[in-house]
C-alpha cells in the first residue's frame, strides 16, 4: 500500500503524464522534418555570388529551415540559392510548416480538452488543500444548505473546501464572495478517492459535513470519512428517522434532521416564544435581534402540509397538547388525534372550513413555495390578524418571502446550517443551547427582561462571543488575578467610558476547569483562572469587554475606579 | 512483441553506435570526426527522448533522465562546434578536443541507458 505522500504524488502526476504521451507523435514530427530538411540543406552544393561552389554548414541551414518553419521567410541567404536548393527548400516550406500545424494543433487540443482542465484545476484543488496551514472542513454537496453554511463559517474565519458532482453548484462555488478562495472538487461526493484528494487525511482537517440532499450519499460519505479518518467529527443531514438512526449506530457527532428541526422550532415558538427568540438570536450569526412572539392560546393552528413533515408537526402538536386543524390531501395516519380538511388550503373554501376565523395562525408548510405564498396571502386576506408562518423550500424564493410581511419564515438549508455552525463554532454555545432546551420559559424571559433594561438602544445588533480566561485571551484579567485580587463577573462589564452603569451584556454559561458548569452566573461571582465564559450582549458592548480585558494597565484601572475598595 | 519497446531500444542503441563512431579517433584532429554524424547522433538522442516522454514507470522515467543527459551534451557540443567554425572560423585541436569529450559523456549517459534497458529484458526473462 502506498504511504500518505506518495499515494498524492502518484494521483497528482499520473494525468499530465498521460497528455505528454499525446505530444509525442508531433515531437517527433518536428524532429524529423527538421533533420532531414537541415541535412539536405547541408549535402546539397550552392554557389557564391562568383560562382565557386559553397556548402552551408549547420548552423545557416539551421537558421534557414528555422525561419522557413516559422513562416518568417528572411530570404536566400547567404547566397542566393541554385535551382537544386530551391527544389529542396520547396520541400522543406511545406513539410515542416505542416509539422508545425500538427504540432500546435496537437497542443491547442489537448488544452481545449475538457477532460485536461477538469484534471488540471483538481489538481489545483489538491495542492492548495496540501498547502492548507489552517483548521478546514470538508464541505460535500455544495446546495442552498452548503452555500449558507460556508458563508457562516466564513465569517467566524473557518475555511471549508467544497465538493459537489454538479458543475454549475461548483462554479458557484467558485464564485462566492468570500474571505479566502476555497478549494473546490467536481466530483461525486460519496466516492472515498475524493475525500482523500480534498484532505480527509491532513493533520488540519477538522471534519466531514455531509449535506447532500440524498442519504445513501451522505451515508456513504459519513462511513467513508469514520473508514478512512476516525478521529474527525462527521456532521451529517437526513432526511428520514431510518437513516438518522443508522448514521447514530456508527457513532456520526451531529445528524440533522431538517424537517424534524423545523417542527421543534414551530413548537418552541408556540409554547416557549422566550426561548425561541434567544435560541434564534444565538443561532444565527446574521440574524441580531431579539423578537418575541406573543400568541394568544385562544385558537388553533391550521397547518398545510403533506408528507412526513406534517406526520411530524402532527406528532409534536398532539404531544404538547396545542390544538391544530390539518389541510391536507392524504388524511393524516390516526385520523382521531386531530381535526383534518382535504385540500392543499390554496383556496378560501378550504381555509374556512378549517376554522380560519377562530385560528391564532396559519403555518404554510407545503414543499412547494408557489403553494405556500398563495395559502398565506389567501389566508390572510380573510384575516388580516393571523399569525403567519411561512416554509420557503427554494433560496431562489427568498426574495418574495422576505418581502411577504410574514410573522415567521422556515428555511430549511438556513436551519441546517445554523444548526450546523453551532456545534463548529463553540463548544460552549452548543452547551448553552442544550441547557437552554431544559430551562424554563419565565427564566429565559428574566434573562431578556435583564438584558433590555441594561441596553439603551433597543435596535443595536446582538452578538456574543466565547472566552477563556487564559494569559493569551485575556491578558487583563490574568494579571489580575494572579495579584491575588478577586475579579467579579460583574466587574467585565464596568462600561470604562461610564455612560451605563454596566455594560449590556450578560455571561450566559460559565464551564469551569473543575468541571463545574454554571448557566447563567449571577454577577457576584468570583472569577477564577481557566474559566470559560459564553458572553452576549451588544456587540459595541463586546468590542469594549475584548480590548480591555486585553490590556492589563487599561484593566486594573478601570476596575479600581469604580471600586476605591479594591 | 512491444513495438514502442522496438523502436526505443532502436534510437538508443543507434544513439550510442553513431555517437561512438563520431567519438572515435585522436581527440584533438577535427579529422578523424565527422560532423554529420554528429548531426545525426543529436537527432536519433532526441528521437529516443520524446519517445520516453510521458511514461509513468520507475524505470521510464530514469530512462528519460539519462537520455535527456545525453542531449544535453550533444547540443553542447554541436553549439560549440558551430560557434568557433563560423564565428571564430576556425575550429583549435583544443576546441576540438572538448566537442569530442563533450560527445564521450553523452556516450557514457547513451551507454547507461542501454545498460539499464538490458537489465530490465534480462529481469522480464526471468
New interface residues.
Partial sequence: MLEGDQYWAHSK??PI????????SP??AL??TY?IS??GL?LIPGETDLGSPYYL????AFYAVSYTAMTVGFGEIPYPFNQSQRLWMLLVMYSTVIAWLYAIGSILSVFSDPAFHRIRSQNRSISQVRSHNEPFWILCGFDDTGFQLIQFLDQAKIRCVVVDEDPERIDCARLINLSYEPAVFLSDPSEPQILVDSGVSRPHCCGVLALTGRDQINLMIATNARVLSPRLSVYSRSNTDFSTRNLRSFGTEVVIDPNRAIVHRLVQMIRRPNTYALHNELIDPDFNQLSVHQLSDLGHWIICASGRFSELVVEAFVREGIPLCLVSREPPEDPSVCDWVEGVGTEAITLREAGILNATGVIAGTTDDGDNLSILLTALEEKPALFSVARRNRSSSELVFRHGQFNEILREDRVIAQEMFARIQTPLLNQFLGHLEAMPDSLVFDIIGKMSHRRSVEQSELDHFALVLTAAQAPGVVELLQKEATIKLGDLLIDPLREQPLLPAICLLIARLNADVIPIPGDELDLVLGDQLLLWGEAEALNRIKFFIGRPDLFEANIKESDPLL | MNTQRVWFAFFIVLALTLNFGFFIGEIDNPLHHNSYELFLTLVVSLIATVLKVGDRSHMGAVLLATSLVADLQLIMAATIWGYSSEVTGHVSPAVMASIVSLAGGAMLANLTSVVLLLSETIQLKR
Fill in positions: 502526476s499520473e503524464w498521460l497528455l505528454l504521451v499525446q505530444l509525442r515531437l517527433i524532429i524529423v533533420s537541415i541535412l547541408v554548414s549547420f548552423l545557416d
